[in-house]
T-cell receptor, first 112, second 114 residues
Framework: GDSVTQMEGPVTLSEEAFLTINCTYTATGYPSLFWYVQYPGEGLQLLLKATKADDKGSNKGFEATYRKETTSFHLEKGSVQVSDSAVYFCALNTGANSKLTFGKGITLSVRP | DTGVSQDPRHKITKRGQNVTFRCDPISEHNRLYWYRQTLGQGPEFLTYFQNEAQLEKSRLLSDRFSAERPKGSFSTLEIQRTEQGDSAMYLC????????????FGPGTRLTVT
């Protein structure tokens, strides 16, 4: 079945540091890939997505590229801010039902 | 539209009791999903509706769980004879059809079974 593997956390960075959060997947068919973010006390919200190979999703300074050859969708940001502190989930869906399969999530803490 | 809403936000119940949660999706969305999230894990799919039809149920959804979406608008998720293992955050999401369509999530209902 489909699965998503995220790097182990938590991750703690200083403000303005470079961020990479790794995500790899296993899927039957051709998935769409997503990064969702959950800020403290808030619900899950979509951060970015990519629907086919080599697509790059971007939002709020975050980027991720759909790499079919390595089955990866790593999240990057060049300069993190304290306000980026949150839990980040990588997810995919395939097929007509479009149900999401999530990774375990990783907690990012950014210190001033 | 203010987004997906869920009620209640928190529920504490004793083992063996029945509980019911409600989800109001974004009005123009015809798909509605239920997920369950336990501490330290990502959300896991439970079931989904296209309009009023329940099209798929996960193996996680035991016979004690039932979901409805009677008029293709709001949905309810009922858990009968709750067990401590049912303690989790129950999330609802809605979307339009399509593999790449964004699912919009509600704030969740946190269930604690004592």
């Amino acid at each position: 079945g489909d699965s998503v593997t995220q790097m182990e956390g938590p991750v703690t960075l200083s403000e303005e540091a470079f961020l990479t959060i790794n995500c790899t997947y296993t899927a039957t068919g051709y998935p769409s890939l997503f990064w969702y973010v959950q800020y403290p006390g808030e619900g899950l919200q979509l951060l970015l997505k990519a629907t086919k190979a080599d697509d790059k999703g971007s939002n709020k300074g975050f980027e991720a590229t759909y790499r079919k050859e390595t089955t990866s969708f790593h999240l990057e940001k060049g300069s993190v801010q304290v306000s980026d502190s949150a839990v980040y989930f990588c997810a995919l869906n395939t097929g007509a039902n479009s149900k999401l399969t999530f990774g375990k999530g990783i907690t990012l803490s950014v210190r001033p | 539209d203010t987004g997906v809403s869920q009620d209640p936000r928190h529920k504490i119940t004793k083992r063996g009791q029945n509980v019911t949660f409600r989800c109001d999706p974004i009005s123009e969305h015809n798909r509605l999903y239920w997920y369950r999230q336990t501490l330290g894990q990502g959300p896991e799919f439970l079931t989904y509706f296209q309009n009023e039809a329940q099209l798929e149920k996960s193996r996680l959804l035991s016979d004690r769980f039932s979901a409805e979406r009677p008029k293709g608008s709001f949905s309810t998720l009922e858990i009968q004879r709750t067990e401590q293992g049912d303690s989790a955050m129950y999330l609802c999401a809605s979307s339009n059809p399509g593999q790449g369509a964004e699912q919009y999530f509600g704030p969740g209902t946190r269930l604690t079974v004592t």
